[in-house]
């Protein structure tokens, strides 16, 4: 996993500790893009770390969301840079208008987020589902996903207990139900303790 990748899923973990336990988990408002690092020349540029899957979505004339107050700014130009991206928005024109932005993240609405294929799901839309088992029993609620190299595996809270691990394979994930909230899960032997 990339360093951006392990500062994602930290930042994620961090934010699901602090809605742990609460039932009336929602979806979040605004989604993670990128983050501004430093000034690049003297027109108002800045490097750019980017931490999203969909980097073909920040173009110019797209408003993002500035750190935790949210400040709408306009792209107004993007290209690539090394491992990162360098971005100007409208309105910021020299090295000293955007110095103090070192370190903000950079957020997209979550409704403005791109489709996904058939069958596949974003993150935010699985953590705080509740996983039921084919027999009707209840195993808790999705709290994290880790990524393995051949799968991804749910971290299930139960009310008590050992968290449970979930494989997001077709013999265990029969059905997930986003507008019920809930996972619908065959457990295998060995699956849990």
Do not use: C
Not at 12 to 26: C, L
Not at 32 to 60: N, Q
């Amino acid at each position: 996993m990339s360093s951006r990748r392990q500062k994602a899923a930290a930042r994620r973990k961090k934010n699901q500790k602090e809605q742990a336990g609460a039932s009336d988990w929602t979806p979040p408002a605004f989604l993670l893009v990128g983050i501004l690092r430093r000034p690049h020349g003297v027109r108002g540029e800045m490097i750019m770390s980017v931490m999203t899957d969909f980097p073909e979505r920040l173009k110019p004339g797209i408003t993002l969301y500035l750190g935790l107050d949210r400040t709408p700014l306009t792209i107004r130009s993007l290209r690539h840079h090394n491992r990162g991206q360098i971005i100007a928005f409208e309105g910021l024109n020299s090295r000293e208008e955007v110095d103090n932005y070192r370190n903000h993240e950079l957020f997209v609405r979550a409704d403005d987020r791109p489709p996904l294929p058939e069958g596949e799901h974003y993150l935010h839309e699985i953590l705080g589902l509740t996983v039921v088992t084919d027999q009707g029993e209840t195993l808790g609620t999705v709290t994290d996903l880790i990524e393995t190299g051949a799968n991804g595996v749910f971290v299930v809270r139960p009310d008590s207990g050992k968290d449970i691990l979930i494989p997001d394979i077709e013999d265990v994930i029969l059905k997930i139900d986003l507008e019920g909230k809930q996972i619908l899960v065959h457990v295998i032997e060995g699956l849990i303790e």
